[in-house]
């Protein structure tokens, strides 16, 4: 068996088939692949329970071929987009999983914020490139975001995704998207309201999302910035926070 094959991934849940909730893929159906671990800690973020150090324990070391049995039962063996998210998946040695997913006619769409580049990004069939804006509290590393731009050359559908909480964050979208005017850019009101982790009923602040959505396409049609689009978290609305769907 390849090194690949063997390689452990740290895998904090697999769960679908369900939709898509976001961003270029909204609405498909897929299989998601949870990863443990992210090098970033954003201060609104929702998926705590694949970030916090405290989860570890939960987030089991798994190969390709374990993490391939759940695919496909998941999915009946009929292959469709699998999405890899985090935390952040491109700490992950992922490779061998996405090449042995094409070889059974599965595709693979992965979200990253941007810091950690990988040879296999190439190998992709969607990227989405999610810069996190100032209200996170992180800083983006634009060179690190670049060399993901530049291993993934020539390889996967590149779009950018963006949450915008406020002005500055809106700001700071705009000169994403200035830097990058050839990839697509989506704008996605944020979600204050990061549950506990544990909790399967987590509610959120519909209300709030919805008048920053309002909000954010008042000032892109404003702003004639035609190249945005602007949509709401999918899977929020439907089911809130809750975990696993
Ligand atoms: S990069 Fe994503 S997963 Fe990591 S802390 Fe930020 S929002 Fe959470």
């Given amino acids: 068996m390849s090194a690949a094959r063997e390689a452990q991934i740290r895998v904090s ?40 150090s405290e ?10 071929d374990g993490i391939w049995a759940e695919v496909t039962q998941l999915s009946g063996g009929k292959p469709l ?12 040695p992922l490779g061998g999983l996405i ?18 580049a990988k040879e296999w990004f190439a190998d992709l069939d969607v990227l989405v490139l999610s810069p996190k804006p100032p209200s996170s509290g992180m800083a983006t590393d634009w060179d690190a975001f670049e060399h993901c731009l530049r291993l993934a050359a020539g390889g996967p559908d590149i779009a950018l ?3 915008v909480f406020d002005d500055r964050d809106y700001a700071y979208a705009r000169e994403a998207s200035a830097r990058y005017p050839d990839l697509p850019v989506y704008l996605q009101p944020g979600n204050h309201t990061p549950p506990p982790p544990d909790d399967d009923d987590a509610r959120v602040d519909i209300d709030g ?6 909000w954010l396409v008042d000032k892109v049609t404003e702003d004639r910035w035609f190249e945005a689009r602007v949509l709401p978290q999918l899977h929020v609305l439907l089911w809130g926070n809750k975990r696993g769907v």
Avoid at 81 to 92: C, E, F, K, R, T
Avoid at 99 to 116: D, I, N, P, R, W
């Fill in 13 to 52: 849940e697999i769960f679908g088939p369900t939709i898509q909730g976001e961003g270029v893929l909204i609405g498909l159906p897929t299989v998601f692949v949870r990863t443990g671990g992210c090098d970033y800690r954003c201060s609104w973020c929702d998926s705590l329970h694949a970030v916090d």
């Fill in 55 to 64: 989860y570890r324990d939960q987030w089991l070391p798994m190969t390709v």
């Fill in 81 to 92: 987009m699998v999405s890899l998210s985090g935390g952040n998946p491109a700490i992950q």
């Fill in 99 to 116: 090449a042995h997913g094409h070889a059974h006619g599965y595709k693979f769409a992965l979200e990253t914020q941007g810091s950690v």
């Fill in 161 to 163: 995704k963006i949450v």
């Fill in 209 to 214: 999302i919805m008048d920053r959505m309002l």
